[in-house]
């Protein structure tokens, strides 16, 4: 459980993190929070020789409304987003998502950009932002992009990130007062999702059901259609290849994902 060796240096600004990423090339990582990627480090399944320290960048962190949107820098720890007046109004799906995180510890350190790219499947926040329709802003030395959460998660703990860009932040829709639902079926407290499910507006995106967050678009079809939550829900595994561990074989996971797409459409948290 000792990482390889690798080079550290504490980026002084996002410039800074950009000029690092180029000139130190593939073999290095950025570090924000570093809850995932000590972990894998330590298990040698990531052996990077460089780290690029983005996690006290006070230009990544805060939260602020821009038009209909709320803007979060990929810095900003799961704690504050979870614990943002702004963010309960206006997203509260994905300030309720960020609570959900792990434990207290896990919240503090870890960040919303850190989870994005980091790209678990069973992960709450790319569920989450998938669920809402959101998007995340892209920086590198030839500008920024923007790219909407659906097309973001490209495969199993894979993204659209090109080498040389860094996740400055993302953008959430803000709907104060519209309903939604989250559920999130774990075996012991502070795990991930064995399976999850998150609804808003009738988008309805789905955790653990395949290599990337899904969204549930049978289900979707249906309820824009007119069937009831209820009826919508058992189309909710349409289309899904879920994996299989010694959590939940492929058929308890399609049958996790009806079950708790019809609490979520029921606004049930
Ligand atoms: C015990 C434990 C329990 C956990 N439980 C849960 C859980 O229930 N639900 C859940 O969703 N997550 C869970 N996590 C993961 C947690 O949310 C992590 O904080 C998160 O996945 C990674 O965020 P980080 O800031 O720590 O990223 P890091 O570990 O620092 O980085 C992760 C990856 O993202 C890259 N990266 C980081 N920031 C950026 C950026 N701005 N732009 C581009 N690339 C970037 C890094 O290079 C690295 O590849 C758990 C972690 C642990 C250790």
Redesign the pocket.
Same mark, same amino acid.
């Given at each position: 459980m000792i990482p390889a060796p690798f080079d550290y240096v504490a980026a002084e600004s996002t410039t800074h993190a950009l000029d690092l990423l180029d000139s130190l090339g593939e073999d290095a990582?950025?570090?924000?929070?570093?809850?995932?990627? +000590? #972990?894998?480090m330590k298990l040698r399944l990531?052996t990077p020789a460089a780290l690029i320290d983005?996690?006290r960048l006070t230009e990544?962190i805060g939260i602020r409304s821009d038009g209909d949107e709320l803007v979060i820098g990929?810095?900003t720890?799961?704690a504050a987003v979870a614990g943002s007046d702004l963010v309960r109004a206006d997203a509260p799906l994905l300030a309720h998502s960020a609570a959900?995180?792990?434990?207290p510890q896990?919240r503090h350190?870890?960040?919303i950009?850190?989870?994005l790219?980091?790209a678990?499947p069973?992960?709450? +926040? #790319?569920m989450a932002l998938v669920a809402l329709g959101g998007r995340v802003d892209l920086l590198s030395q030839d500008g920024t992009r923007s790219v909407a959460a659906d097309d973001f998660f490209t495969g199993f703990f894979e993204t659209s990130?090109e080498p040389g860009?860094?996740?400055?932040s993302v953008r959430v829709p803000r709907q104060p007062g519209a309903a939604w639902g989250y559920q999130k079926f774990?075996r012991r407290a502070?795990?991930?999702?064995i399976v999850g499910a998150a609804a808003i507006n009738g988008r309805i995106a789905l955790a653990n059901m395949g290599p990337t967050p899904l969204r549930a678009r049978a289900a979707e079809q249906a309820l824009a259609d007119g069937a009831s939550p209820a009826e919508a829900a058992e189309l909710a595994a349409e289309g899904t290849e879920p994996g299989e561990d010694v959590h939940a074989d492929r058929d308890y996971r399609r049958h996790l994902a009806r079950v708790l797409t019809r609490r979520a459409l029921e606004n049930r948290t």
């Open positions: 990582k950025l570090l924000a929070g570093g809850h995932s990627l +000590l #972990p894998m990531a983005i996690g990544l990929a810095a720890p799961h959900q995180v792990g434990d896990i350190r870890g960040t950009g850190g989870s790219a980091h678990d069973a992960a709450d +926040l #790319p990130l860009e860094l996740i400055a774990v502070n795990d991930w999702a």
